[in-house]
């Protein structure tokens, strides 16, 4: 199978894993931790979601679409990357199947969290933008297949390193990234363009309204686009290296510096699934307020399952000392 073939190619060969140890070490221990916290907090997030009825229908399935496949990343893929790692580090290498597996694997879930946030975007600019029509035309069964359709595709798409030469599939993900990270450029600056509009009208309106009303609206029209701006930042940071892996791998081949350069952007990829949460989820006011109150009834939990016995016990010596 010429797929299997070329995928033997990434694996480093016994003079590069003795100069590539450190850093298989540092990711090795970081995606170890990294696996942990990014399926609890995925997993409180989904709940928080869940919990959380003031959201609209269409954003809650869109985010929790996005739980889902990031809670996958550190459910599956992450484990299945640090027993690669540990193979790497004993000089050995997994087998052609193997690693397909884990290739296949890692894109549908990473491009189902990647094309969420994209979604995701789309769907706050059709918010501000539609504004009265959001909820005529962005409907709750619309979404749904939107969703639906989106992971069939990431799975078909993941399955051409299979069917595919590997050549073939990078240059695919690369031309999909590519055009996904200008739409959500597109995106964001016609957001940034609104809030722009909006922040107009306020001062232009500004003689026919109270002051502290005014400022109040810029103020958080200005946070809006300070958080969108933080968005599509980090989007960029954990993205783009990936994009600089396949294109110095297509130009100067594989070697240490390209294969050292793969570890370090999968790294990235596999956090951005620990940070999407965080910006999504923690931004949003009811769906914190939602996280803050399942972690204190967690803890209350706790407490009590600890108190219990001591309960027990001092009824039990009251009890002995009676009698």
């Known amino acids: 199978m010429e797929s299997c073939e070329k995928s033997l190619e990434v694996f480093p060969t016994s003079s590069e894993v003795e100069e590539l140890y450190v850093i298989y070490i540092v990711n090795y221990v970081f995606i170890g931790v990294l696996c942990c916290t990014t399926v609890m907090f995925n997993i409180v997030t989904v709940h928080a979601i869940i919990k959380t009825?003031?959201?609209?229908?269409?954003?809650?399935?869109?985010?929790?679409s996005l739980a889902v496949s990031d809670t996958c990343v550190g459910l599956l893929v992450e484990p299945f990357y640090i027993a690669i790692f540990v193979k790497w580090s004993r000089f050995k290498n997994p087998t052609c199947i193997t690693y397909l597996a884990f290739l296949n694997l890692t894109n549908v879930f990473l491009?189902?969290?990647?094309?969420?946030v994209v979604a995701i975007s789309i769907d706050r600019f059709l918010?501000?933008?539609?504004?009265?029509?959001?909820?005529?035309?962005?409907?709750?069964?619309?979404?749904?297949v939107v969703v639906i359709l989106m992971?069939?595709?990431?799975?078909?798409?993941?399955?051409?390193?299979?069917?595919?030469?590997?050549?073939?599939?990078?240059?695919l993900f690369f031309v999909i990234g590519v055009v996904c990270i200008l739409i959500t450029t597109v995106v964001y600056i016609k957001i940034y363009a609104v809030i722009r509009r909006h922040r107009n009208q306020i001062h232009a309106l500004q003689q026919t309204t109270t002051r502290n009303e005014s400022n109040m609206n810029f103020s958080s029209a200005k946070k809006s686009a300070n958080g969108l701006f933080f968005v599509y930042l980090l989007l960029l940071i954990c993205y783009v290296p990936r994009g600089v892996y396949f294109y110095t791998?297509?130009?100067n081949g594989l070697n240490t510096t390209s294969k050292s350069l793969a570890v370090y952007s999968l790294t990235l990829l596999f956090l951005n699934s620990f940070l999407n949460p965080v910006i999504y989820c923690w931004k949003m006011r009811h769906i914190r307020q939602a996280i803050v109150g399942t972690l204190r009834n967690i803890s209350r939990r706790q407490r009590n399952s600890n108190t219990a016995p001591s309960i027990l016990e001092a009824s039990y010596s009251k009890a002995s000392y009676q009698i």
Do not use: D, M, N
């Not at 501000?128 to 962005?138: S, T």
């Not at 992971?151 to 240059?171: E, H, K, P």
């Open 53 to 64: 009825s003031s959201l609209s229908k269409p954003l809650k399935i869109l985010l929790l």
């Open 127 to 144: 918010a501000i933008y539609l504004h009265l029509r959001y909820q005529e035309l962005v409907s709750q069964k619309r979404v749904i």
């Open 249 to 251: 791998k297509k130009f």
């Open 111 to 116: 491009l189902a969290s990647f094309f969420g």
């Open 151 to 171: 992971w069939l595709f990431c799975a078909v798409i993941s399955s051409t390193s299979i069917w595919r030469s590997s050549v073939v599939s990078s240059q």
